[in-house]
């Protein structure tokens, strides 16, 4: 949503049939790029806050036809800011709605107890131990290893991944063919959770993955089908 406004958000959904639509905040005065997130809908966003304070790039929390959204993208350089983060996330879903039906989703920057496999080869580890030599602000490790605390958290809390549900096996969500700067290698940092009372609701989760995916962003949108 770089580069977005309220107001360019609002004209943007409206052209696909979305005439609600949240920004978590407007650019930055000075133009640097904040990377903030956002939602539309085609049914009325109610219950809206945007959080800014202790998350890097914002996070929206709302309620779209009974079902409670949370829309985040976690610190890219810390993997303890980003447990602060989810922290926050999971004590206010339990705050708000514990017995909601909850729908958790964003760039999570982190990996999942999960995909052990698809990391077991050290590629992805090993990157990021260069790539900390190189640019000390970037703390990604926890003793100098992949960190999986950050999703463990989340799978503890009762929340099912929905895109492993359908797909055992590994497969990655970045880099695009359009690389961007956090690995060469396969990974998957981009998740839709659902709370656990939303399993049965479940009909599919999809990668996608085509020509214009491949070079519109350095990771690939996660598309979850339920049933109402």
């Not at 463990?152 to 970045?174: I, M, N, T």
């Not at 656990?196 to 020509?211: F, R």
């Amino acid at each position: 949503m770089n580069g977005f406004t309220q107001r360019k958000l609002q004209e943007f959904a409206e052209s696909y049939g979305h005439p609600y639509a949240i920004l978590v905040k407007e650019p930055e005065p000075n133009g640097s790029i904040s990377f903030p997130v956002a939602i539309t809908s085609k049914y009325p966003i109610v219950n809206v806050q945007r959080v800014v304070d202790n998350m890097i790039h914002g996070l929206i929390i709302a309620e779209i036809e009974g079902y409670h959204f949370m829309v985040t993208h976690f610190h890219p350089f810390s993997a303890e800011r980003r447990g602060y983060e989810i922290d926050m996330m999971l004590a206010s879903a339990k705050s708000i709605a514990p017995q909601g039906k909850w729908l958790i989703m964003g760039d999570l920057n982190s990996v999942s107890p999960l995909d052990k496999e698809g990391y077991d080869n050290g590629l992805v580890l090993n990157h990021i131990r260069e790539d900390m030599k190189k640019k000390p602000h970037n703390q990604n490790l926890i003793n100098n290893e992949l960190d999986y605390t950050v999703q463990q958290k989340v799978l503890d809390a009762g929340y099912v991944d929905a895109f492993k549900f359908y797909h055992p096996r590994f497969e990655s969500s970045a880099p695009t063919k359009l690389f961007y700067d956090q690995s060469k290698y396969p990974l998957r940092y981009d998740y839709l959770y659902v709370s656990g009372n939303m399993k049965k609701d479940l009909v599919k989760c999809e990668i996608i993955k085509d020509k214009f995916t491949d070079v519109y962003s350095d990771h690939y949108p996660v598309v979850l089908f339920f049933k109402k």
